[in-house]
T-cell receptor, first 117, second 114 residues
């Protein structure tokens, strides 16, 4: 069975600090995708990134970067030079299997990030 | 960017009443989903829908729940007889193709059962 663990329930940082949000996953599938979604105080879920199990290259997008390590089943998310607007709940999620069907998303419990001005 | 639209944003109902939550997925999308998030908890899968039938459903999605795509644009979630524990944020989501594409989520409907 699949499982996504976000051990950090809440993190507070001071503006401009770097912060890393951890995500550890479990799956029996060799083909799977990992996602990060952001949920700001307004409540919607905003897609940030998707990464497939065959691509372990790290990715950087502006102040955001992701570190995918299959050896440790982790897909960590780092925000560099955090800003107040980064304050949100961040969810890591997993989708399994080949590209054949609905491939539902399974979410972790989320990490609430508070950036203090 | 196209959006998934959900109405209403808030719904208050009495226990035992029926509620219908409405969603307009993105127009060229083919796969539709309902998820829910109890306050402070993780987002949980309820049901997926494709080609006018349920693809998969979770244990949460019991006989009290049903989904329907009554026309070419709307996708609804009905709870027949609401319980207190149905209070949650309900998210509709859609995607355009099979597989592991990203889901586009609506802003959610906050359901409060009194």
């Amino acid at each position: 069975a699949q499982k996504v663990t976000q051990a950090q329930t809440e993190i507070s940082v001071v503006e401009k600090e770097d912060v890393t949000l951890d995500c550890v996953y479990e799956t029996r599938d060799t083909t799977y995708y990992l996602f990060w979604y952001k949920q700001p105080p307004s409540g919607e879920l905003v897609f940030l990134i998707r990464r497939n199990s065959f691509d372990e290259q790290n990715e950087i997008s502006g102040r955001y970067s992701w570190n995918f390590q299959k050896s440790t089943s982790s897909f960590n998310f780092t925000i560099t030079a955090s800003q107040v607007v980064d304050s949100a709940v961040y969810f890591c999620a997993l989708s399994e299997g080949w590209q054949t069907g609905a491939n539902n998303l399974f979410f972790g419990t989320g990490t609430r990030l508070t950036v203090i001005p | 960017e196209p959006e998934v639209t959900q109405t209403p944003s808030h719904q208050v109902t009495q226990m035992g009443q029926e509620v219908i939550l409405r969603c307009v997925p993105i127009s060229n999308h083919l796969y539709f989903y309902w998820y829910r998030q109890i306050l402070g908890q993780k987002v949980e899968f309820l049901v997926s829908f494709y080609n006018n039938e349920i693809s998969e459903k979770s244990e949460i999605f019991d006989d009290q729940f049903s989904v329907e795509r009554p026309d070419g644009s709307n996708f609804t979630l009905k709870i027949r007889s609401t319980k207190l524990e149905d209070s949650a944020m309900y998210f509709c989501a859609s995607k355009w193709t099979a597989g592991n594409e990203k889901l586009f989520f609506g802003s959610g409907t906050q359901l409060s059962v009194l």
